[in-house]
């Protein structure tokens, strides 16, 4: 295949990388391959022989129309029903493993890369995660280098004055999920309260076609009288797995026998301070099978 169509084998070691970098312009996986499918048409018709860094050139198409569908999709999300959360992934426990990487696609640093513009968005998402050289940037934003600087400073100041602060080893995580399960499977949402933090905020994303809060419910008893709520209406079984997404341990919520929710959680001194609950079954597609991320 190699010596018949480079082109072919180009894109294909480079697929994991450049999905990734859509996956984090966007929040939106299915957006992502659409962008992917579009990039590798443009790849297709490009003369081969004068392009001296593939990988380079195959970064520089996905950023420009991850762009474009960014300004698309903004639009968009103005008129979204209730909150917008980004589409989970179901990811292999080697993207948990690089650290980095997992809190680049986590559910709460892509809510932070949303309150960018679309161009600081991708010229941090290319500088801070995937470590592209400026230059390199610039020809992608068509920007010069000395413009990517300035807006690789202000993304990042930006992103620093809101990401998650305290780091959380997975067994915490894993304890925390393990009592929120017990909750879900047993109907005893009382437990909840030993998890949750007084202030915790939930975001559930119902895109207008599941039931879901129109705006985020804060406090405890709050979110405890919402998911009462929920699961008496709960079709049987409501059936609860430990799943890793986005390259966190998160939790599968089945009902009925069909996939119901994603729930995550940011967990900061032992408790959780922000809940995130995907339930727009649009949302939902890529859950059956891991997503292979790569950076």
Do not use: C
């Amino acid at each position: 295949m190699s010596a018949v169509d480079p082109a072919t084998d180009a894109f294909v070691a480079h697929r994991n990388l450049l999905f990734t970098i859509a996956y984090e312009m966007l929040g939106s996986a299915a957006d992502a391959e659409d962008v992917l499918q579009e990039t590798w048409l443009r790849w297709a018709d490009v003369d081969q022989e004068p392009v001296r860094d593939p990988r380079a050139y195959l970064v520089r198409i996905t950023t420009r129309l991850a762009l474009n569908r960014l300004r698309t999709l903004g639009r968009q999300r103005e008129t979204y029903v209730g909150p917008w959360l980004p589409e989970p992934l179901l990811t292999s426990p080697d993207v948990a493993e690089d650290v980095e990487l997992a809190e680049s696609v986590s559910t709460a640093m892509l809510l932070v890369l949303e309150t960018l513009t679309p161009t600081e968005r991708a010229v941090f998402v290319l500088r801070e995660v995937f470590d592209v050289g400026y230059d390199e940037i610039a020809a992608a934003v068509d920007k010069s280098a000395a413009a990517v600087r300035q807006i690789a400073h202000r993304a990042r100041s930006h992103v620093e004055a809101r990401r998650p602060r305290v780091e959380v080893s997975e067994a915490e995580a894993r304890r925390v999920l393990a009592t929120f399960k017990e909750a879900t499977e047993t109907g005893d949402m009382q437990r909840l309260l030993d998890v949750l933090a007084p202030d915790v905020v939930m975001l559930s994303d119902g895109g207008g076609v599941k039931q879901a809060a129109l705006r985020p419910i804060v406090g405890a008893d709050k979110v405890l009288r919402w998911f009462v709520g929920v699961a008496a209406k709960a079709p049987m079984p409501v059936t609860v797995h430990e799943v890793l997404v986005n390259g966190a341990p998160a939790l599968r919520i089945d009902t009925g026998g069909e996939l119901d929710t994603i729930a995550t959680v940011k967990v900061e001194g032992g408790l959780v301070t922000a809940m995130y609950l995907v339930r727009n079954p649009h949302k939902l597609a890529f859950l059956e099978a891991e997503t292979p991320l790569a950076r």
